[in-house]
């Protein structure tokens, strides 16, 4: 096995996400436009998406590190516009843009556009997550565009199963696609709640973080298989674990939290980088196996089916915003009003991600050539689309509609009462340990928890304190720059120690240890 395209597209992926830092381009757009630049030079290897690869080794790590950021008590607030757009908006798609397609091409069977239709339908995870960090979105906007990407997939697959069924004259009905439908959403969720508890439990037992950490890697597959086994949704399964794992990873070993972020930090930048990299490098492969279709009339075909795709969004979600809040007193007194501009926000961001190219990838070949070929590259040209077009453009388009922003002060004083409320349990928990003998300790080390206790509870309050006029420094920062500073001094005496032997190398490593997470602590402990 040649393992240099594969190191290639880490490292070149990674490398141009990094420098789009430095831009004011979101790093899948100018990934996406590196990929197809790069699609067509010489000696590049061939990277072909690959559905056996991308949905049950790729797609499970990036659902589980989006579901369990994401607040659980958040999307339930949001459930009933999360399913309206997860489920509704999805079968709607499938069908608009299939008969659109159906009534646009000349000689496409209508089960083969209703393929297309399921396969575009989804919006892409990965995309949602991305463009929602880089803007900034209303958290409201954020939620509910985070749970409909959460489960979108999953109302895809199956649509994509019955309208492929009846593409390929496997006898399959919508009656039979509602049951299949219903058996993998009820089993992916149940198979999920069966995961969780078990799994969960693990975690807080087992007592080695590096063992944690590999079982932490580990879940969003496990969920995934048992489910795809069971012939359940892979995708509910993973979800439902990440939400609850999530939800409960204040129960986890500290120390098993850090690594675990840091690794998961790490797993979601290489896979995002590498996904949206990989949907720029299929252009040769589609164009390939374009075959009949050829010329101005496959980019008229194109052109349309992505102005379906766009306009069929802003046609389900305006209604399916206000509607319910019209016909039912319920909605109107439990969730809050909405906005013509949150609405616009939500119909235009709908990118299209890599789910949509490897399902369209894994079309078996009883399907004619042509229609198929049509289908993956339509389906190409509406993801570039819909990245490209209103990637570039939501960003603008927030400004312009002037989104209140988030009241900093509001959020730091709420901040600073729960620390508050915090600092006095912990205070009185310290009083009644030291009340026992058996916890006795010298007065210095009493003093020092009682100081690092009111460090942690006047930290909060300092950063609505004054500037230092002299650095143009909060006290907030002041300290944690000192504080580095202090420990920056103790790292050199410490390698300095190394060097001339009076210490090893293992001391070292369990001494910076120490430091680093001093230094962290310090870190978040300052804000």
């Known amino acids: 096995m040649d393992v240099m395209p594969l190191l290639l597209l880490v490292a070149g992926s990674a490398a141009v996400a990094a420098a789009a830092r430095r831009t004011p381009v979101p790093a899948p757009l100018l990934l996406v436009a590196v990929g197809l630049a790069v699609s067509y030079l010489p000696g590049v290897p061939s990277y072909t998406l690959d559905p056996h690869v991308v949905l049950p080794l790729l797609l499970p790590p990036l659902l589980y590190t989006s ?20 489920v509704g908006y999805v079968l709607f798609a499938t069908v608009v843009v299939g008969w659109a397609a159906y009534a646009i091409v000349p000689g496409l069977p209508l089960p083969a556009a209703l393929v297309l239709g399921a396969v575009v339908a989804p919006p892409d995870a990965v995309a949602a997550a991305a463009v929602a960090r880089r803007v900034g979105l209303p958290s409201r906007i954020t939620t509910i565009l985070q749970g409909e990407s959460l489960v979108n997939d999953a109302t895809a697959i199956t649509a994509y199963k019955v309208a492929l069924g009846a593409a390929v004259g496997a006898g399959a009905t919508w009656a039979g696609g509602i049951g299949e439908f219903a058996l993998a959403a009820v089993g992916g969720v149940g198979i999920g709640l069966v995961l969780m508890a078990p799994l969960h439990w693990l975690r807080t037992h087992l007592n080695e973080p590096l063992l944690q950490n590999t079982l932490s890697l580990l879940i969003p597959f496990v969920a995934y298989g048992v489910a795809e086994q069971a012939h359940a949704s892979g995708v509910l399964a993973v979800v439902v674990v990440a939400l609850y794992l999530g939800h409960r990873a204040w129960e986890v070993d500290f120390a098993t939290r850090l690594q675990e972020e840091a690794v998961w930090k790490m797993v979601a930048f290489v896979l995002e980088s590498a996904v949206f990299a990989l949907i720029g490098l299929q252009l040769p492969i589609v164009l390939q196996r374009l075959g009949e279709y050829q010329g101005p009339a496959a980019v008229w075909y194109a052109v349309a089916v992505f102005l379906v795709v766009v306009v069929a969004r802003f046609v389900w ?40 190219l490897a399902i369209a990838f894994a079309i078996p070949s009883t399907m004619a050539d042509g229609p198929r070929n049509l289908i993956l590259f339509l389906t190409f040209t509406t993801v570039i689309g819909t990245l490209v077009v209103q990637g570039v453009t939501l960003p603008p388009l927030i400004r312009l509609l002037r989104f209140p922003g988030r009241d900093r002060r509001a959020e730091t ?61 909060s006290v907030d920062d002041t300290y944690r720059r000192l504080s580095r500073e202090m420990i920056s001094a103790e790292r050199e005496v410490f390698v300095r120690l190394r060097d001339r032997r009076h210490i090893d190398d293992e001391m070292l490593r369990a001494l910076l240890r120490r430091l680093d997470l001093e230094e962290a602590a310090a870190f978040r402990e300052a804000g």
Do not use: I
């Open 413 to 473: 004083l709420a901040e600073a009462n729960a620390q508050a409320q915090a600092s006095r349990a912990a205070e009185a928990r310290l009083d009644d340990l030291l009340s026992d003998e058996r916890n006795a300790l010298p007065p210095p080390l009493v003093d020092r928890l009682r100081t690092v206790l009111e460090r942690r509870r006047n930290a909060v309050w300092e950063r609505l304190g004054q500037v230092n006029p002299v650095t143009g420094e």
């Open 67 to 86: 579901a369990s950021d994401s607040s659980y008590l958040d999307l339930r607030a949001q459930l009933r516009p999360v399913a309206l757009l997860s």
């Open 317 to 356: 979600v305006y209604p399916a915003t206000f509607l319910p809040r019209l016909l039912s007193k319920r909605v109107r007194a439990r969730e809050e009003n909405p906005t013509w501009r949150g609405a616009m926000v939500t119909s235009w961001a709908g990118m299209r991600g890599v789910v949509s």
